[in-house]
């Protein structure tokens, strides 16, 4: 066996250390969705808050070894990167929990919807991730783009203040209702389900509301990724750092969402936060160019 190919510069960073980061991963989801929670029921506060502890373990036991592996600054990065992307994260835990409020998910299936739900977000945050890291190496100024994003969007925030979405009003919600069959019936953990045409009488699958909420839970996140990705190549431009430390951040946060959801009447002052956070993150990439840091 050639292993060669292990040591191969990939993005930035040799094969082997992709291969292993995603080889944890997968042994997460594995563990969690395998053993953990093998049978559909109701995850409690404590269970949820014992779960997120673990993944920020985790996940900072990973940002350990890539300041013992990659150095100081590296490690500070991708510290930095979780901590911005888990805060970042707080305001799509409430979004969520409006998504299930509004079709009505068992709180004993909500955990199959956010964990299908994941594996969806590690894809669609690479593919995001590295468009942004090949306009950044191949156009500089791009940088300054997210910066300003970023600014903008933290004075949106606090201009327009806290405004639930209309998940019912939602364009992507009346697609789905008008182009495919879909009951409004749960149908335990499935998310698609056999019924009679109601038109020819036959039998044809329908989209369950298990399923439509797990397709907004994915452009939910699509939608905040536009925000804590250009946040997190402002504190670095390294693929892996970015990377890596977005899925651990977003691993444990999903797993505190049943402890959260149960709270969110407590976080009025979340959004001005999140805004300020965005600002600042902005505002660092003009202030170091301007000090030629």
Known sequence: MDFAFFFVDWLGKPVWMWLGFLSIVVSLLALDLGVLHRDNREIGVRESLILSSMYIALGLAFGGWIWWQLGGEQGMNYLTGFVVEKTLALDNVFVIALIFSFFAVPRKYQHRVLFWGVLGVIVLRAIMIGLGATLVSNFSWVLYLFAAFLVITGIKMLL??????????????????????????????????????????????????????????????????????????????????????????ILGLRALYFALAAMIHRFRYLKPALAIVLIFIGSKIFVANLLGC
């Open 160 to 249: 327009i203040g806290d405004k639930e979405p209309e998940i019912g009003n939602n364009l992507i919600v009346g697609f789905m209702r008008r182009r495919f069959n879909v009951t409004e019936e749960h149908h335990g953990q499935d998310f698609f389900v056999k019924k009679p045409d109601p038109t020819t009488g036959k039998l044809v699958w329908f989209m369950t509301p298990l399923f439509m909420a797990l397709v907004m839970v994915e452009i939910a996140d699509v939608i905040f990724a536009v925000d804590s990705v250009p946040a997190i190549f402002a504190i670095t431009t390294d693929p892996f750092i970015v990377y890596t430390s977005n899925v651990f951040a």
